[in-house]
Structure formats: structure tokens, C-alpha cells
């Protein structure tokens, strides 16, 4: 079992859709990221979580920490947000950096 | 753009070959970390670099190496090329210790091993 599993590995809805993203993980963390990757391979980071829920433009990011669970919100969904988008997180222990990923979650918006 | 800068975009070479990717961090960063991203494996983290000196280590296989140089640039030297080893290699820098929640990634060095 990966120790970060996303769902839905795709997903395919039309414009304007309310979009959700789940990833869960099995290991004790400090951080969890929100990653976008576009079709040209470029990734940009959208969020860095440790609790609570952050909020930026269209894109909204919960995280549970007791569940171990993430997710990230698409409101009013564009073509434009067709995307991987991947979750990583960032282990419990002092000065380990290594981020762990999701295997992705591929969003088509069709207009 | 990133300000990370990823050098060469695409790189085709056969197997048993070496090859060298390099990156250079946003102006400020002292961190630069590695990540593979393969079809079969999705993305992995590599290495860190802060400041010169190796800070993290992840699933770097022993015929692949890395350093940062004093101005902060970083090589990633892949040797012994293998099928396998195709895939994206990405750098991310940050200022500190941590990808935080400014973290900045290259657009990536596409290897294909033939």
C-alpha cells in the first residue's frame, strides 16, 4: 500500500462543476503540499498545508490531520484547471525533507 | 516563471552513456532538491542540497550523483544510463531547509534513454 493514495486517479466533469481531490496518507507529517502539473510537464506548487484550510482564488485546500486526510477543492471548474494535480506530504521528523507523492490525479474540464 | 532554470529541456542519449542536468535556484535560494518523475513510478524525490552540503537523501540509485557548487547551482550526473532512467527530472529550490509553501520548481529536463 502507497503510504499517500489519491482519489480519483481521474477525473472528467464540465465546466462550472464543483470539483474535489482526495489524497490520504498513512504516515505522521508536518506538511502536506498541493502540486499542479500541466500537460507541458511544469509544475507549480498551489498550497503547503500543516492544519486547517487555506484558500486561494477558485481552489480551496482542507486537511484533517487526526484522519490523515487532504483535500482540494475546484469551485466554478475552467478548462484551464485541466491538470495532474498531486499531493505530496513532508514527514514528521525534524530535517527529513523528503516528500513523499501521490500518484496524481488527472482532471479534464470540459467546456 | 519559476525562476528556477533547468538545463537541457530534452536529452536523448543511448544507454551506458552519462549524462549531466543541471539547475539553477531562484536568486536567494540556498535549497535545491532533485525529484524523478518516471511513468511507472510517478514522481520521487532524489536529493537535497542546502548551501553546499547534502541535507536529505531519497531514492538516489548509486550510479546517479549530485552536488551543489558554490554559487548554488546544482548538477544531477546520471552515469550508466539504463531504458529505466528515462523520465523527468525536476529541481525545486527554496531559501530555507524546507519546501515551503513558496516552493519553486523548474520545468524539468525530459531524459530518454534509447
Known amino acids: 500500500k502507497n503510504e499517500v493514495e489519491q482519489s480519483p486517479q481521474n477525473l472528467t466533469a464540465q465546466e462550472g462543476e464543483f470539483i474535489t481531490i482526495n489524497c490520504s496518507y498513512s504516515?505522521?507529517?508536518?506538511?502536506l503540499h498541493w502540486l499542479q502539473q500541466h500537460p507541458g510537464g511544469g509544475i507549480v506548487s498551489l498550497f503547503m498545508?500543516?492544519?486547517g484550510k487555506k484558500k486561494h482564488g477558485r481552489l480551496i485546500a482542507t486537511i484533517n490531520i487526526q484522519e490523515k486526510h487532504s483535500s482540494l477543492h475546484i469551485t466554478a471548474s475552467h478548462p484551464r484547471d485541466s491538470a495532474v494535480y498531486i499531493c505530496?506530504?513532508?514527514?514528521?521528523?525534524?530535517?527529513?525533507?523528503?516528500?513523499?507523492f501521490g500518484t496524481g490525479t488527472r482532471l479534464t474540464i470540459i467546456p | 516563471d519559476s525562476g528556477v532554470t533547468q538545463t537541457p529541456k530534452h536529452l536523448i542519449t543511448a544507454t551506458g552513456q552519462r549524462v549531466t542536468l543541471r539547475c539553477s535556484p531562484r536568486?536567494?535560494?540556498?535549497?535545491v532538491y532533485w525529484y524523478q518523475q518516471s511513468l511507472d513510478q510517478g514522481l520521487q524525490f532524489l536529493i537535497q542540497?542546502?548551501?553546499?552540503?547534502?541535507?536529505a537523501k531519497g531514492n538516489i540509485l548509486e550510479r546517479f550523483s549530485a552536488q551543489q557548487f558554490p554559487d548554488l547551482h546544482s548538477e544531477l550526473n546520471l552515469s550508466s544510463l539504463e531504458l529505466g532512467d528515462s523520465a523527468l527530472y525536476f529541481c525545486?529550490?527554496?531559501?530555507?531547509?524546507?519546501?515551503?509553501?513558496?516552493?519553486?520548481f523548474g520545468q524539468g529536463t525530459r531524459l530518454t534513454v534509447v
Open positions: 525545486a529550490s527554496s531559501v530555507g531547509f524546507s519546501l515551503g509553501t513558496e516552493a519553486f
Open positions: 504516515v505522521g507529517i508536518s506538511a
Open positions: 498545508l500543516s492544519s
Open positions: 505530496a506530504v513532508r514527514g514528521s521528523n525534524f530535517g527529513n525533507e523528503k516528500l513523499t
Open positions: 536568486s536567494g535560494d540556498l535549497s
Open positions: 542540497y542546502y548551501n553546499g552540503e547534502e541535507r
